[in-house]
Structures are given as structure tokens and as C-alpha cells.
């Protein structure tokens, strides 16, 4: 990607972190203080400032499309619900086409952190965003649902999507499939 590009990504993440922070500490201050403190932080631990960059984009990221998700910020613009716009996600992130929003840029500057890094994080995002479109679609239904869908929804979040990317082979090099 041309530095032009990554300069407007730059600015783009630097503009929804400030969003996305400034809300979860007005709404839910003492719950993520401390984390947020730690998160910023962990790129200047030696020899880790490309992960820290990355697993800070990525958090950011994924907090503002939970929060659409769970409807505690309003859904942007241009979208009748959350699940089409957790879908319009999943098909960005397998296409990676033209952003037309922010959240768009933020996927694309998170991919540019990780291919700097040597790392593809495509199959783990669309994992995580399965995961939030299934929320997305339970979300104020009355319906119960299986031990079987729970489970593989379970799965696809935490541990394929959420555990996979962030916490193990690919940021800090812990290999639990092995």
C-alpha cells in the first residue's frame, strides 16, 4: 500500500480510537481504565511495538463493530440493521474492496499492521464477525437456541476467531494447536 494510503489509514484509526475509547470510558469507565492503559502500552515492551500497533487496531476495531452489534452505539448510516451490517463486513474483509466508511479503513489498516508483520489475519476476522452476525441475529428474538449452536458460536468467537488472532501463534507466538 502506498505511504499516501497508510497515512490516511493512520488518521482514519487514530480518529475511531478516539471514538471508541471516549465512549467506553464515559459509559463503562472503571470496568476499562486500567485495560485500555495496558493495551496502549504494550507496544513499547521490547522488540513488540509492530504487535502492540496491530493489537491495538484490532481491538479497536472489533469493539466498535460489538458495540453496533449489542446496539450500544448506533448503527452507522446506510445500514437497516446490525446483522446487515456485521454481513457487510464479513464480505469486505473476503473481498477488500474500495472502503466506503470508516470501519472499512480500520478493517484495511488492520490487514496493512499485519501483512507488514508477515501475518494474514483474514480467516480469524471472519471467524469473530460470524460470530457477531449470529449475535446480531439473536439479538431481541425469544427463540432458544441448541447446545450445538451455542457451542460452534462459542467456538468461532473465542477460540478459532478472538484466541487464534490475538493471544496465541500469530501476535505472541504461544502455539496451544500443536
Not at 452476525?133 to 450445538?148: G, H, P, Q, V, Y
Request: aromatic share 12%; glycine share 4%.
Amino acid at each position: 500500500m502506498k505511504s499516501c494510503n497508510i497515512q490516511k489509514l493512520e488518521k482514519n484509526f487514530q480518529m475511531m480510537k478516539s471514538v471508541v475509547y471516549h465512549d467506553m470510558l464515559t459509559t463503562r469507565g472503571d470496568k476499562y481504565r486500567w485495560f485500555l492503559r495496558g493495551l496502549q502500552s504494550f507496544k513499547y515492551i521490547p522488540m513488540n511495538y509492530e504487535r502492540g500497533k496491530f493489537l491495538e487496531a484490532y481491538y479497536v476495531l472489533m469493539r466498535h463493530i460489538d458495540d453496533v452489534v449489542d446496539g450500544d452505539v448506533r448503527l452507522p448510516l446506510g445500514f437497516e440493521s446490525a446483522t446487515e451490517f456485521v454481513e457487510n463486513k464479513i464480505d469486505f474483509v473476503k473481498h477488500q474492496t474500495k472502503p466506503k466508511n470508516p470501519v472499512d479503513s480500520l478493517i484495511l489498516y488492520c490487514f496493512e499492521l499485519a501483512h507488514d508483520m508477515n501475518l494474514d489475519f483474514t480467516s480469524e476476522t471472519i471467524d469473530i464477525l460470524s460470530s457477531m452476525a449470529f449475535d446480531a441475529k439473536r439479538r431481541n428474538t425469544l427463540r432458544i437456541f441448541s447446545e450445538k449452536e451455542l457451542l460452534e458460536h462459542f467456538y468461532l468467537l473465542d477460540i478459532s476467531g478472538t484466541v487464534k488472532a490475538t493471544l496465541t501463534e500469530k501476535v505472541f507466538h504461544v502455539g496451544i494447536y500443536q
